[in-house]
Every structure is written in C-alpha cells, then in structure tokens.
C-alpha cells in the first residue's frame, strides 16, 4: 500500500471567491479579543487591564442590554408548553400576565411545535401579523404573501443577492463604508460590488450625483447593474436618511431600473428625526403620480437583532418584496426551501416584536418602561461616548443620529503610519490592534467597511455599559499620539 | 416623467444556477398538500379526504412525536433565565428534577444570554461537549477546535460544498436516490454533480465498482472530482451501511484523494444492525495501518432535526472536521462567520442531545421512556407500512432498516405512463399527484431524489400515526391500477 498522499484541500485549491471574501467585523482582532477574554478568565495573564470590551459587534445581550421580559417569558412556554397546563402556577408563583399565556396559546395553535419546520417562507400566521405591522407603521398595505421569514437579516440578505446576481458582470451598488455582509457575499458569489461613497460631510447622507457617477462608471466597464442596497439607519455610519434623500434614490432606481435592497434593520434605533421606511415612501410617491412606480421592485429587511429587542442569537428576521414578478418570487421561495426554514423560535420572535403589548394589556407597563430605558440608555451612552471623542486631538465624529455605532474620523500622525507599513497593517488596523491591546477595548478598523482613500476611522459600538472604557480610550489615544508625534 | 418601464427581474435573468436548482421535497406536490389541509380547515370544501398526511418531509413534530421533556424544560429555562429564582415553584409545582435546573445554569453560565451572537464556530463549551459525545461514541480523540455548530445539517453542507467546490469543473460525487439537498446545492453553486447509482439489490448499499465507474467517467470527461457524499442511514432508502462498505469507501478516497462528507444526521434511526461512523472506521483504519490514512479528510455531520430528538424547527446541527488542512479550517470559519451564528438556542438543543440524563440522574427515568416510546413507534409504524407495501400488486420495498423513510419500487401498467406523459409528468410524479389527490397522502416521487432510468419508486416517512392512511394508500393503489390496466 502507499504511503499517505497530501491531502485534497489546501488554500490554493478551495474557493477562490470564499478566500477572497473579507469579514473584518469577527476578524483578526475579534479573534485576538476572545485570546484575552480567555486569558482573564483563567487568571494567568499580566494584561494591562481587566476586561475585554467587544465594541466590534452590535451584540447588545453580550454586553449589558436585558431581554424584553414578555417576549421571553412568551418563548418559554412556547418551548414547554406543558405550562399552559399549570396557568394558576405561572400567574400566582412566577408572575406570568394573562397576556403572555394567551399569547403563548395563540402562536402554539399557529404555530404547532416550535420544534418543527414550518413553511419554508415561514409560518403563515406570523406572516400575517407582520403584514398587519407594516401597514400600522406605513399606512399602506402589505400582503403576507409577499413577506419571507429568514434567519436574520443577514439569510435573507443571502437569498436575496443569490438570486438577483446571475453572472460575475452583475453589479450591486453598495454604500460605502458598509456593513461588511454586503461586500463578503458579493465575492462569494463572484458578483460584482459597485461602491459609492456616502457623504461624510452631510452626516453620511447618501449623495444621488455620487450615486450616479459610480453607476454611470461601473455600466461604462460593462457591469450589468442591478440593484442598490441602502443601510437606513447606517450601519456603520448611524445616519438616519432624510425624505428627500430616500425620494432620490426611489426615482433613480425607477429611472434606471434598479432593485432596492433596503436594510432597516436599525429602524427603532433612531435618536434625531425619524425613521422612514423605503415601503412607505415608495407607496407614497405611486399615489403621487399613479402608475409610475409600480415596477420599481423593492425588498426590505428587518431583524430581531438589533432596535431594544437585540435577540441576535435568535436569528430572526424577514423581508418584504414589493413589486416583484410572480415568478421570480417563487425562484426565491424555492431558493429558501433548500434551506428548509428559518428557525421557528426566531420566527416567534419576529411575531412578539412586530406586535408588543399594547397600552392597557396587563404586560404593556412593563414592556414600555423596560423599551424606553434600553433606548435611553443608549442615547445617553452614544451622547458620552461623542463626548469623549470631540476631546481627542485629531477625531472628528458627527452628532449620533441612530443604530448602535459611532464611525469617527481619525487623522494618524506619520510616524504611526510608517509604523503600521512597517507591520504589513494599515493605519487604522494599526490603531485598532495597538488599542486593544492596551485597554481590552475590540474596535473594528474603518478599512473593514470601506472608506474614502487617504481617509482613516474605526467603528464601535455604544452598547458597553459604565464610562471606564470611554475613559481607557481617551487616554490610550492621547499616549498614542504622544508616541508617534 | 417616463411611465412605467418594465421590472428589473424577471424568470430569463434572474441567477439561471438558482433557476436550475430542483428541491421536490417542497415542491408542486407539497404546495398542493397545504392548499388542500388550509380547504380542510376552512370547511369549504368536497375533497374526498378529512386530513392531509404530510409523508412528504421528515419533520416529526408536525406529525405524533412529541418533544422529549428534558430538553424543553431546560430550554424554557434559557429562554426566561429569571425562573431560576423561583426554584421552589419550579420543583414543587411544576415538576422540574434538580438536573433540568442544574443544566440551565450550566449552559447559561457558558453561554450567556441565548440573545446574543455565540462565536461563529458555536458556544465554546458546547463544543467540548459534542467532543466527549464523540469520544464516547467512536472511542477516539475529538477536539473541540474541529467542530462547528451550524442552523441544521443543511447549512453544514451548504458551507462545506462552498469551500470545497473551487468552479464549475469542481465536481462531488452524491449517491443517487439522495436527497435533494446535494444536487440543489451544487446546482446554485455552478459545481458538478457526479451521480453514483446505489444498489438497489443490495439493500440500497455502496457497491465500489459502481462509484468508480462513475468516478473514472467524470474524471475523464475533464471534472476535478473532489469529493464524495455519503448518507448514512440512507435518506430516502433508509439503509444502515455495513462496516465492509465503509472501509471500501475510505479506502478508495485515500486512493484518489476525495474528501468525505459523511452525512449522519439518522445515525439514532438505526433497527438493523449498528451505526457506523466515518469517523470512527478512519481512526480504525490509521489505528491499523499507522500513518496511511492521515491525509483522508472527512466531515461528517449531525443534526437536532431528525432520530428521537425531531426539533427539526430549532435549526440545530454541527459538523465535525477531520484531518484539515489549518488553513482551509480557516477559511470555514470565516465563511461560517459571514451569517454571525447558528441559532443559540439550537445550539444548546445539540447539547443536550449528545449529553442527556445519564442513568441515576433524576431526569433519565422518564428521558428514557420518552426515548425508547418514539424509537419503538417509530419501528412498529414502518413495519405495518412495509407491511402494507407488500400487499401492493407491483410494489416492492426492502425491509426498514432505518432512517424515517421507505422507498418502495413501484411497477406502472403502460397505460398510466402514457397519462403521465400526456399531463407533462413523470409516471412517478403523475401517480403520487393521483395519490395526493385522492387519499390526502403527500408522498414525494423518485424523480425528486434520482433513479436508475426505468424505475420508478416514491419516499414516503413513516411518521404520521395510525393506519388508516396506510389503508387509504392501499386502496388507491388498486383502484389506480385497475384504472390503467
């Protein structure tokens, strides 16, 4: 017999478009973190501090944020429905509202066994209830057939570009700086990412004659563009986008026939101003001038992740298709069932998020009072950590405007530049690592969204409580700037 | 303003590898099914059934099995983490043993909130602990750092065919019939598929002459074959491979360098005979021949979904890495990393499913009557199914070997075929309409899976209780063939 041969698998042989693929947000110093924590956790370290902050994760129950209590107090009976069985115990002993056992009734009568699949495009019920949402929120209808239960955002993001990119000449435009998803599937997929600028200066508000120029560049170079994808609220720029400009982008999609890929999954985590769906503002203008919009195709997405639920372990999430061909649809409904389903817990929660407790039911008081500190509790720690950074020499922030993300501007001095060419990093990888390492403090370098050339920045995280770690990077940054001066 | 032009997307330019993806298990068949169970419930209706069965799909808790109380009890713990402070209630009135309390706690210290995102190879812990199973189960060394926690087998395949499929010369060996979830996925990914017939007279075995000729065929036919699937026990066929056919198939991807992908998501639904891991033989093997078989690579997958566990909802599963390259683990984890996390919830299912009550422990007695009550259901129902298969003139099905599916042969008078072929359908998929439409029985055709041209079979599982379907199935039988005599 012979001896044994290499193996198959090496990674000049795997999947060029995977390898190419970049995922800063759980990279290198995501990875580098988790060494610590571990570190920390076994007592056997000398590391200058005494905790590993992730501010490179918009992951609120990691840190600090508690979970609704009716939703899960719902989700518990619903994985042990044997305690319907004993509603005298979960009212009198354990506190349980009617609300939540009725609740909790009506989605097991949905729903069956949360253990088992449901419809690939989720349960028809849960459905239903979000497209009673959307048209409380909008003030227009939504129909349950058109929406897709996925597992968060993210999954429906997937399903979404799998079916819309058909070649490597199909283009997306994607804002940049992004949420790395966008860029990471597109290589996957060998589509190609037509990037345009946000515009730092009017709050990272998106700029049509940006827009246009990098459509009109990327169609010159024979890119079949396809759709635009737009984050509102940013991710991870927290902009909150104007009537005007969400106006802007509906007409030039119309004009050029581009699909919206509407990412709104922030869309309760706003602080100035406020949140306007694509949905509503699309409805909007087709009532203005019938019949001129009813081709222009929209798909937006929500989550569990994010806003005061932050259920991200959960994987729940959906999406709404507007103006979709019927058949195109059932290649995406198709496309989910290789899948099977998304999970039906994460499924439930979508259904608990997008229909709260309403005023006068019994759980109502305590969900609004716990909703109301999560989000004022993240203003105040957004406004705190703006404050730190208008101290720093050399960082510029704007006002927060919303999602769970500060992006500063950073201006590096030269020898620290130098530097990190030296290491093989850029600059703000450079800064990043070197923070980290001094304070436990996981941000993620700007250039893992992207960002104009010769521009630097990083993006955290508001979610950490307590304002030591604010404090620990005011006082890494003046050393750092101290040292490389 | 222009009017209305067209929509972007239609079926022609749409991703044509999305369009050619075939996925019957959900089909035209299973569509019709629902439409028929929501006319049941509406009562408007005259079909000639009062309940559809949903033989169709592998989805246990849609049907009798109940989910086993252990594991939901201390599910309903995680999902509300505050009844731990009310322990007295939770003992004393509701029934909960010290250890359903005991394993909460545990996995709530590992994992902290099942709302937040885990590590993107799954809860560190949780890990370890699917390590021990495997230790226990095969006798050799698992390491944590090779396992990954994904939403279900399915997903633990879409990565791994991601990363191993470099373009579309990249071909995978799949036995056919198999279930749909290879060909579909390998579809949407452009890699090719390298079809190898299983033996039909052989219960359903790998017969290695077989293999290699298809093997040699795509290999001169200029396709880079890179791996082979292996499902055992067998979806659709149910068989249980002996130790020989497994040592023959490790031995012939140490020959030609093929990574195995083993996928064992039935190794609990075994009633002849014993499982056998991959796993397990290749430590054999290079336990036998020390240094031989170092290089063979082989992931092999396990799942929530289906055995007595059947919370297929939950999207639970993990995969297990064996002789990778680091680099190429590298990869997976980034590409794993691109979808955050399995779902948190699923993953603490896994758990408890590789480390239930243990004799002496106050939750085994009933854990373990639950268990053996579905292993035996399960047993009885597919005999009385073959049972019925027997009576059916031109109808031949192996004994049950395991699994939760029969995949009888079923022989059509000419006549039907030419019915078939008239509606536009295959012989196997007009009969199982004809089936649907007449007893309510939603069974998939061969043609979903693959078949030896020629033949003709249908997969139905042996979930759905009682007998009156399995009479119904009987009934139609004959009244169709005396239709097309």
Sequence with gaps: MASSSGRRLNIDNVNPHVRAAKYAVRGELAVKS?????????????????????????????????????????????????????????VNHLGYKPDVLERAKRLLKQVGSVGAYSASNGVPAIRQSIADFLERRDGFPANQADIYLSAGASSGVNTLLHVICADDK?????????????????????????????????????????????????KAQGTDVRAIVIINPGNPTGASLPEEDIRAVIEFARQERLVIIADEVYQTNVFIGEFISFKRMLRQMAREKPGVYDNVELASLHSVSKGMVGECGHRGGYFELVNFDPQVQAEIYKFVSIMLCAPVIGQCLVELMVNPPKPGEPSYELYQKEYDAIFYGLKERATALHRAFEQMEGVECGVPQ??????????????????????????????????????????????????????????????????????????????FMDEFR
Aim: hydrophobic content about 40%; charged content about 20%.
């Design 170 to 218: 199909s283009g997306i435009l994607v804002p940049i700086p992004q949420y790395p998803l966008y860029t990471a599937s597109l290589s996957v997929l060998n589509a190609t990412c037509v990037p345009y600028f946000l515009d730092e200066s009017k709050n990272w508000g998106t700029d049509l004659s940006i827009i246009k120029e990098s459509y009109d560049k990327a």
């Design 34 to 90: 988790e060494e610590y924590r571990a570190q920390l956790q076994s007592g056997m370290t000398d590391l200058p501090f005494t905790q590993v902050i992730s501010a490179n994760i918009g992951n609120p129950q990691q840190l600090d944020q508690k979970p609704l209590t009716f939703f899960r107090q719902v989700l518990s009976i619903l994985e042990n429905p044997a305690l319907l069985e004993k509603k005298d115990v979960l």
């Design 402 to 479: 919303g999602s769970m993300y500060l992006f500063p501007t950073i201006k590096l001095p030269a020898k620290a530049v130098q530097a990190a060419a030296a290491q093989g990093r850029t600059p703000d990888e450079f800064y990043c690592m070197r923070l980290l390492e001094a304070t436990g403090v996981c941000v993620v370098p700007g250039s893992g969204f992207g960002q104009k050339e010769g521009t630097l920045h990083f993006r955290t995280t508001f979610l950490a409580p307590g304002t030591e770690w604010v404090g620990s990077i005011v006082k890494f940054h003046k050393e």
